[in-house]
């Protein structure tokens, strides 16, 4: 069965000076991903260990390098989810994890549930052996720059992320999917979330259906971009009822992104389908994003081209 990997560092206007370490960031998280599920690894182990790579990269908005809400917290939300038995696991607002995606897994096999939040959440880590980390831990001086720059006035810091003028601006949630030697797949999703988001506010990275969804008959799917919009569409399962409906994973992400125009909503998907084909679509001036297929090799890009990693 052939396999197939893809991995996200956000859709957003990344800055010129930005791309290159966004490539970068993909590549780390890519290749080794990929060595994995070439040599028979689960597609859900290899798309937890792909996104905790890219928390730890603090280029990205997830894990380290998170942004700050209105309070000056870093508050965290992901999912990860099997397309076998349909289990799932996910984390909101969490505030002293190193790796959500794995705290996430640990909801999808040690828990009756599907989403625990905030305090909860840290006690479930804890009490599974989970070591806690502080909130100075997470925090990168650039995030704790543009909190002093929205308390400052710039007030539409956040609009202009996915606009199409440069700006130094951050909004790299992070994801990968898979489809495994056997033709199992997995989906995960990270964020740090809105920059200066209120205290509590939960995207839809942490979200199945909305930022993450993995069905062994159609595929798996991570979306990113403006969290609210991709929940209203619940743009994840979009993606993968178009692919059970025969469409390729581009035709199933192009007709999904196209349904956000009815809110002029702003995304980007990474999807694979159960055949291990793959692709990224998005609707946003760039997104860092690399695929690993058997019949194309590594592919890497930011801008609208992928070159060869």
């Known amino acids: 069965m ?3 990997l893809a991995v996200h560092g956000g859709a957003w206007n990344v800055p010129d000076g930005d791309l290159e370490p966004h490539r970068e960031g993909i590549i780390e998280a890519l290749k080794p991903g990929w060595d994995l599920l070439r040599s028979g690894c689960s597609a859900l182990e290899v798309v937890e260990r792909a996104v ?3 928390e730890d990269n603090p280029t990205f908005n997830a894990g380290h390098g998170a942004h700050l809400n209105q309070a000056r917290e870093v508050q965290l939300d992901a999912s990860i989810m099997e397309g076998e038995k349909l289990e799932a696991g996910a984390v909101a607002a969490v505030q002293c994890v190193r790796h959500p995606v794995s705290l996430a897994r640990m909801v999808l096999e040690l828990s009756p549930h599907v989403l625990i939040v905030g305090n909860g959440a840290h006690r479930f880590a804890s009490d599974h052996g989970m070591e806690l980390c502080r909130q100075r831990d997470l925090l990168v001086g650039r995030e704790l720059d543009r ?5 400052d006035g710039e007030d539409d810091l956040v609009i202009r992320e996915f606009d199409d003028d440069p700006l130094d601006t951050h909004f790299g949630t992070v994801g990968a999917v898979a489809c495994d030697c056997s033709g199992h797949v997995a989906a995960a999703t990270s964020t740090g979330g809105t920059q200066d988001k209120l205290p509590g506010r939960v995207g839809d990275s942490a979200v199945i259906g909305a930022g993450t969804y993995a069905d062994d008959r159609a595929g798996a799917v991570s979306s990113t971009g403006w969290g609210e919009g991709i929940l209203r569409m619940a743009l994840a399962k979009a993606g993968i009822d178009r692919m059970a409906s025969g469409m390729s994973p ?18 980007g998907l990474i999807l694979v389908d159960r055949l291990g084909h793959a692709s990224a679509v998005f609707n946003t001036p760039r997104m860092a994003r690399g695929i690993a297929t058997q019949d194309r090799g ?4 930011v801008d609208r081209r992928m070159t060869r990693a």
Request: net charge positive.
């Open 298 to 301: 590594l592919l890497v890009g």
């Open 250 to 267: 581009g035709r199933a992400g192009q007709a999904s992104i196209r349904t956000l125009d009815r809110i002029q909503g702003k995304a």
């Open 2 to 4: 052939p396999c197939a």
């Open 147 to 151: 909190y002093l720059r929205v308390r």
């Open 52 to 54: 905790c790579t890219l």
